[in-house]
Structure formats: C-alpha cells, structure tokens
C-alpha cells in the first residue's frame, strides 16, 4: 500500500461541483482553505472547540476541523462565501451588518454559518435557545448580544413571512 495514497472526493461547494483527490488525514477544513481557496472558513483552534470553522454540510452546521474531507463525498458544502446570492446578502449577513454583531471578524464566518444551521434545525425558539445553540462558537470580543439580536431578527423577519414556521435556505433547498 502506498504511504501518501490519495482518494478522490467529489464536493458541491457553494453551487459548484468540484473534484480533489486528497489524502485520508486532510480535514474539510484544510480543503476548503487550502485546496478549494474558500479562505473565509477560519481555522481557529483546531479541535473543535472555537467554532471558527462551522460551515453547512448537506444545510448542517459541522466544525469542519473535526471532520475528514474523504468522509463528506458527494455532499453539499456551504461556506460564508456560498451564503450571499450574487450581489445580495443572505438575511443574516445583513441582520450582522444592521445589529453590529461583529468586531474583529475572525469568528464572524463560522458564527453566520452557524446562526444559518441554527435557523434550518428549526429548534430555536426564543432569545435563550439562540444562545444555547450557538454556544459553540466563540467570540473573543464578546459581541454575543448582538450575534443573538441579528439571529432573531431574521428569525422574526422569516416567521412573519412563512407563517408560524420559520424556514431558512442557503440558496439550495434545505429540509
């Protein structure tokens, strides 16, 4: 068996149908920063515990440091870079931009990413659940009540528009 044998991972990332051949130890994350150039997703700690590199997987928030890029063949893959519909923001972009739910930045990828599978898992239902469920992305600079307003705020804009459910997309269809 080869040392450095390389296995061919097909992905759909933000639209786009690409192909790598990658090694059995490269994480999604070093492939969508280093090999599909989408430098938006930041690495932060690198064991899962910052958040910093949530990103959808099939409209599910993962940490993508935690997950091998081999194990996520033909799925559909979601950046911060795949959340905006061409010159448009997606809601909760522009909810971070309107609430100021952002300093530094670094976390901010990972905390949209996050907020946008938060909203598709459709368990949140209050300012705390917001909270709870967002609990595993960490800002340094301490903007959480603002992360929180801009999350309600869109979650508040989708169930006047939808009813009593709210029902979030990336641009794809998401269940």
């Given amino acids: 068996m080869e040392l450095h044998q390389k296995h061919p991972v097909r992905l759909h990332i933000n639209g786009q149908d ?7 130890w490269v994480t999604l994350l070093d492939l969508l920063r280093e090999r599909a150039g989408m430098t938006g997703t930041k690495k932060g700690c690198d064991q899962g515990q910052c958040g910093a590199c949530t990103v959808l997987v099939d409209g599910k928030r993962i940490n993508s440091c935690l997950t091998l890029a081999v194990m996520q063949d033909g799925k559909e ?28 930045g670094y976390c901010t990828p990972g905390q949209l990413c996050s907020a946008v599978g938060l909203m598709n898992e459709g368990q949140a239902t209050s300012r705390d ?11 340094r600079c301490g903007a959480y009540p603002q992360i929180a307003d801009a999350v309600i705020q ?18 794809a269809v998401l269940a």
């Fill in 18 to 24: 690409r192909e790598f051949n990658v090694e059995s």
């Fill in 77 to 104: 893959i979601t950046t911060v870079e795949g959340l905006a519909q061409g010159e448009d923001l997606h809601p909760i972009q522009q909810a971070f931009i309107e609430c100021d739910a952002f300093q530094c």
């Fill in 129 to 139: 659940d917001v909270r709870e469920l967002m609990s595993g992305n960490i800002c």
């Fill in 154 to 171: 869109v979650m508040d804009l989708r169930k006047n528009d939808n009813g009593d459910k709210p029902a979030f997309t990336t641009g």
